[in-house]
């Protein structure tokens, strides 16, 4: 996880919130190997996604 928080629970199952992160977005080439994903909580996911929206790459998406 990017801010280094415990994703797993005591029995080894994600917590909830967790998600799969791409470290390099689909959108600028990134492919859904291994090597680009990372775990992620919910928090650093939102926060990435609001740095990625202020750098346009929505609209290279076909997102407003």
């Known amino acids: 996880a990017y801010c280094g928080t ?3 629970d005591s029995h080894g199952e994600p917590i909830r919130g967790a998600t ?4 390099i977005p689909k959108c600028e080439g990134g492919t859904a190997d291994r ?3 990372c775990a992620c909580c919910s928090r650093c996911q939102q926060r990435k996604a609001s ?3 202020a750098r346009g790459l929505g609209r290279s998406m076909g997102v407003a």
Do not use: Q, Y
């Open 6 to 8: 415990a994703l797993l």
């Open 20 to 23: 799969v992160d791409h470290r």
């Open 35 to 37: 090597a680009n994903l």
């Open 51 to 53: 740095r990625e929206g």
